[in-house]
C-alpha cells in the first residue's frame, strides 16, 4: 500500500513538472519561432553518443545562457502583459509603440541567442551528430 501511494505521489510530481514544462515551452515558442536544440538534447542527448569533451561543452554552455534567455522569455511576457493593459487603460499611441519597440528589441535578442545556441552546437557536434538532432528535432514538432 505505501509503495503504491509512493508511485502515485511520484507519478503527479512527474506529471505536474511535465506540465509546468509544457507551459514553458509554448511560452518559449510565443517568444521567438526559431527552433530550440537544447531540448533536443535534454531528449535525445544519449542516443548521439557525445565524447566527455562534447557533453561539457553543451552543459557548460546551457549552464551560462539558458537562464538568460529564460530571463528574455519573462521579460517578453511580462512586457506583452503590460502593453497589452497599457491599451485597455488608453494609453497614448507614442507610450505603446515605445513598448512595442522595447518588445522587439527583448525578441531580437533571444533569436540572436537560439541562433548562438544553433552555432554553438554545430561547432561542437560532428555533422552526423547534427543530422540526428535535426532528425530528432523534426521528430519532436509532430
Not at 493593459?85 to 497614448?92: N, V
Request: aromatic share 4%.
Amino acid at each position: 500500500m505505501k509503495k503504491t501511494l509512493l508511485s502515485c505521489g511520484v507519478l503527479v510530481l512527474m506529471l505536474a513538472n511535465s506540465s509546468a514544462q509544457a507551459v514553458n515551452m509554448a511560452a518559449v515558442k510565443h517568444a521567438h519561432p526559431l527552433p530550440n536544440f537544447m531540448l533536443v538534447m535534454l531528449e535525445y542527448g544519449e542516443k548521439l553518443n557525445l565524447s566527455e569533451e562534447q557533453q561539457a561543452a553543451l552543459k557548460a554552455w546551457g549552464k551560462e545562457h539558458k537562464p538568460l534567455a529564460q530571463q528574455l522569455v519573462k521579460a517578453i511576457t511580462q512586457g506583452e502583459d503590460a502593453l497589452h493593459q497599457a491599451s485597455l487603460e488608453g494609453a497614448s499611441k507614442a507610450d505603446m509603440m515605445a513598448q512595442l519597440d522595447g518588445l522587439l528589441e527583448k525578441r531580437k535578442e533571444l533569436a540572436e541567442f537560439k541562433t548562438d545556441c544553433r552555432d554553438n552546437m554545430r561547432e561542437v557536434l560532428s555533422d552526423e551528430q547534427w543530422e540526428q538532432v535535426i532528425e530528432y528535432y523534426n521528430g519532436m514538432q509532430k
